[in-house]
């Protein structure tokens, strides 16, 4: 559900799919970004969603009886319904719902939280079409696909740097009819690593929620300066963590080990400097811990997709 004080528009001139389709600006006290959907084919939709949350907000969303698929690069929330039955939704994560028809969604998100998502839809009989039989699927997904739930539920399972990949570029691509194929090419890889990651044991996370909690604890100290440096044992002991334990759950909960979430921390940095500031791509290279711009370029695009003078150029 849309808050009335946020614009509906269509970009004046915009061509494809993302420029036919709704593009929600949010610009109150409140929130600042946006949000675009578009229908890839009968029965499946995606929305890009890029905003920064000012204030504590509260959204409701009318059930469908449609599946979602969510990929979240970042921020995180509490979702609901109307039972009260409650989940985290959490960055570098992917997770889906399936809640029954006409039953309300609610979603809590806090201050100063920058969200940036591809959410998928899915209707029973596009999914029935795309995957007839698969018992690798979770019990909730095959209890859907046969008809209508009677439950709330929501699940999820780490989000693979690929993927990650994939949700960064289909969040970058212009409203352009040249961008259709991609959009579409994109969009459909990522339903399918999507199904593959949560078939068979993959949406069941043994992590315990003590250990979960560490986890996000840990990733706060790795994105933050001091913890950037800090080696293993250092890591450790300011958690009191045990190291095997440590690393198992950080790679069970982000799906990454701790030095490839370091090396994606500094790679994000260095791709906001590269669309934000004027800072030369040596500079930049230099700061995410590269002396030779060359070697930077070749890991920055390996991550992305694209090169640094790709991303500087829509800074121009």
């Not at 809640?99 to 998100?109: D, G, L, R, Y």
């Not at 079409?129 to 046969?146: A, F, M, Q, T, V």
């Not at 994000?268 to 995410?288: G, N, P, Y």
Request: net charge neutral; aromatic share 6%; with cysteine.
């Amino acid at each position: 559900m849309v808050e009335p004080d946020r614009i509906l528009t269509r970009q004046a001139g915009q061509t494809g799919l993302l420029g036919q389709t709704a593009l929600i600006r949010a610009n109150t006290h409140s929130e600042n970004g946006w949000s675009r959907g578009a229908t890839i084919r009968p029965g499946f939709s995606i929305v890009l969603t890029e905003v920064d949350h000012l204030a504590h907000e509260h959204y409701a969303f009318l059930s469908h009886d449609h599946l979602k698929l969510h990929c979240k690069l970042d921020g995180s929330s509490l979702i609901r319904d109307d039972a009260e039955h409650s989940s985290a939704v959490e960055s570098g994560r992917l997770s889906f719902l399936v809640q029954p028809m006409h039953t309300v969604k609610h979603e809590i998100v806090k201050p100063d939280t920058r969200t940036r998502a591809v959410t998928m839809v899915c209707s029973r009989d596009f999914l029935r079409e795309l995957i007839p039989d698969s018992e690798d699927l979770p019990s909730i997904l095959l209890d859907y696909l046969r008809g209508p739930v009677n439950q709330f539920c929501h699940r999820d399972a780490p989000l693979p740097l690929p993927m990650r990949a994939i949700v960064e570029d289909m969040l970058q691509l212009q409203s352009d009819r040249m961008a259709d194929l991609m959009l579409e090419a994109k969009a459909l890889e990522l339903l399918y690593l999507s199904l593959r990651q949560l078939s068979g044991d993959g949406a069941t996370d043994p992590v315990r929620p003590k250990s979960r909690q560490k986890v996000l604890e840990l990733c706060e100290i790795l994105q933050s300066g001091e913890g950037a440096a800090m080696s293993i044992a250092q890591l450790c002991r300011q958690l009191a963590w045990n190291e095997t334990q440590m690393m198992e759950s950080f790679k069970q909960v982000t799906g990454m080990t701790i030095s490839g979430y370091r090396q994606r921390a500094r790679m994000d940095e260095a791709l906001r400097q590269l669309r934000t500031t004027d800072r030369s791509v040596t500079e930049i290279a230099f700061d995410a811990g590269y002396e030779h711009s060359s070697n930077f370029a070749t890991a920055f695009k390996r991550i992305f997709g694209f090169s640094p003078k790709m991303a500087r150029a829509q800074l121009n």
